[in-house]
C-alpha cells in the first residue's frame, strides 16, 4: 500500500490525519489491527498544470458553483509521480466533474 497524500493537524487537543491510498482495503486491515478510530470520506481530485495562478483558478471555480471546500491537501499521483491536489467538499461528485473540465479546458487553450 502506498500514501498518495497525507495532510496532519491537531485539534482541541486531538489529532487528524488525512490520508490517500492506493489500496483502500489494505489500508483499512493496517488501521483496523492498530485499534485506531478512522471514517473514510470521498475527496475530489484533480491534477494542474505547473503555472501560475492555476490553484487559484480552480479555487475561484468552486466558488461560483457554490462549492465551499472545507479543506485542501497535495500528493502524488502513483504512477507518474504528477503532483495532485485534493480538495475536501461537500458535493465531490459535482467538484469533481467541474474540477476536470475545468483543467479540461484549460489544457486546450
Same mark, same amino acid.
Not at 42 to 51: F, H, I, M, T
Given at each position: ?22 489500496? %483502500? ?5 493496517? %488501521? ?22 492555476? %490553484? ?41 466533474? %467541474? ?11
Amino acid at each position: 500500500m502506498n500514501i498518495v497524500a497525507f495532510q496532519a493537524s491537531t485539534a482541541e487537543r486531538r489529532s487528524q490525519v488525512h490520508l490517500v491510498v492506493d489500496n %483502500l482495503a489494505a489500508a483499512k486491515t493496517v %488501521l483496523d489491527a492498530e485499534r485506531l478510530t478512522y471514517t473514510e470520506n470521498d475527496v475530489a481530485q484533480v491534477a494542474l498544470p505547473n503555472r501560475s495562478g492555476e %490553484l487559484a483558478r480552480v479555487a475561484a471555480k468552486l466558488g461560483e458553483a457554490n462549492i465551499n471546500i472545507n479543506y485542501a491537501y497535495a500528493g502524488i499521483e502513483p504512477n507518474t509521480n504528477a503532483p495532485l491536489l485534493f480538495f475536501g467538499v461537500a458535493e465531490v461528485g459535482r467538484a469533481a466533474q %467541474l474540477l476536470d473540465q475545468t483543467v479540461s479546458a484549460a489544457a486546450g487553450r
